[in-house]
């Protein structure tokens, strides 16, 4: 359940920033995913004194994935140049 909620907010809010910016969704879709990696990371590493392992690490690459996705859709979606032939 925490999974696909983090996925769907990482969708969204990679979206929203790249709708923001038009431009170059898949950066700042990354850095919003990589944000988000380096905030549960130092919760964890901080408040309980572990650093991430193979799967999370597994877990947060795809995060990140998904937010680029987010950011690159948000792009696309918010441009309203129209193109003719």
């Known amino acids: 359940m925490t999974t696909a909620l983090s996925f769907i907010g990482l969708f969204g809010g990679g979206f929203l920033s790249g709708g923001k910016r ?11 995913g990589l944000f988000y990696s380096l905030v549960i990371f130092l919760f964890q590493y ?17 995060y990140t994935l998904i937010a680029m996705m987010g950011g690159i859709l948000g792009v696309n979606m918010s441009s309203n140049n ?4």
Do not use: M, P
């Open 22 to 32: 038009k431009q170059k969704g898949w950066l700042i879709g990354g850095i919003t």
């Open 46 to 62: 901080l408040g309980f004194d572990h650093l991430f392992n193979v799967e999370q690490l597994i877990y947060h690459t795809c």
């Open 82 to 85: 129209s193109r003719t032939a």
